[in-house]
């Protein structure tokens, strides 16, 4: 056999071992994609995505579509080759698997965390539309979870209203955390609540719960961070009364990313006209009860999965826009936001043309 066959014949040989061999190796990796990118002004699946009852509400066209992205199942092993793909494709990202997954969570964990993500996402998105429409909303701090063999287990619950943390009235979640450590370990402290059953009942018929009963609860000394921290094993959160019904129709979805899109769309049903001007606005970030916008993950493959779609205009987190800004899909401008009033801002301008006023995403910003 001549050299030049036996040495490409051998190179031939080495390439197809070492792709063997990559197909069986598994690296500790995961990979995220573009998802799908929904309309909040239109319907999915049949039904409109956003449905509000006892309110008037205005035709609304062009698009504000929420962004999401697909990633590799917890339980899902990657191999070298499909690693090197990843890496080497313009429309995956290849990340380590314990930035998605960290602390071993399986795939059961992580979909429950989405899913509280996702539904406390709706709830401030509704709040910060109907605030900055100025619209009352009637809220109350709740407990929102209950860890297991806490002092709290048992004694509080998820739903229930604390009205006063030894007799010192609660307006906000983050009251409670400073009116317990204001306790040394092993000192009582009293909950002034309203059960859980018992608000619930009085929101469906349309009252105010009056009935109140006090929990005294022993605190413990906190295990985090080495300090000494008197808790009792409870997170407080936030619940809301509204003064119409405002439904978010939208399945398969997780994650807490699409509520500044929620919101906008919620103000654009309620108020005459279009924000977009008919245009096709995408866009990302949380969002609180205030109207904060937060950053989020994956900011690469939603821009590039809202141009795809279309979009000509992506509404991006303030502190994902540098990231953002490096790979920007032709035709796409990214329009940097902080706020919802940022982002009411932005589709004003979009609608009446002022484009060049638009605060655009740089690498620096």
Known sequence: MPRRTATMLASTLMLIALLCAGV?????????????????LAEHGGEPVLQITGH????????????????????????????????????????????????????EQSSQENAEEFSQSQQSAKVAALKQLKIPVTSWVIVATVLKGSPAEGKLHAGDVIKAVDGTAVKEPADVSKLVTRHKPGQDVVFTIVPAKEQAAAVKAHKKATT???????????????????????????????????????????GPSAGLMFALGIIDKLTPGDLTGGK???????????????????????????????????????????????????GLTLVKVGTIKDALNALDDIRTGKTSDLPKCTTGS
């Open 280 to 330: 096709f606005v995408a866009g990302t970030g949380t969002i609180d009860d205030d109207g904060r916008v937060g950053p989020i993950g994956g900011i690469e493959m939603k821009t590039l999965g809202a141009r795809n779609k279309g979009a000509q205009y992506f509404l991006t987190p303030k502190d994902n826009c540098s990231a953002a800004a490096k790979d920007v899909p032709k």
């Open 24 to 40: 069986f190796i598994n690296v500790p990796y995961s990979e995220l994609s573009p998802g799908p990118t929904v309309n909040t």
């Open 56 to 107: 008037k509400t205005y035709p609304a066209s062009g698009h504000l579509n929420m962004t999401t992205v697909r990633v590799t199942s917890a339980d899902y092993n990657m191999n070298l080759v499909e690693a090197i793909y990843g890496w080497l494709a313009h429309d995956s990202l290849v990340v380590r698997h314990d930035t998605l997954y960290p602390d071993g969570k399986t795939e």
């Open 212 to 254: 109140t009963r006090d929990v005294t609860i022993t605190t413990k000394e906190s295990q985090d961070g080495g300090q000494e921290r008197a808790i009792v094993g409870i997170s407080a959160g936030t619940d809301n009364t509204f003064p119409f019904t405002i439904d978010i129709k939208l399945a398969d979805v997780g």
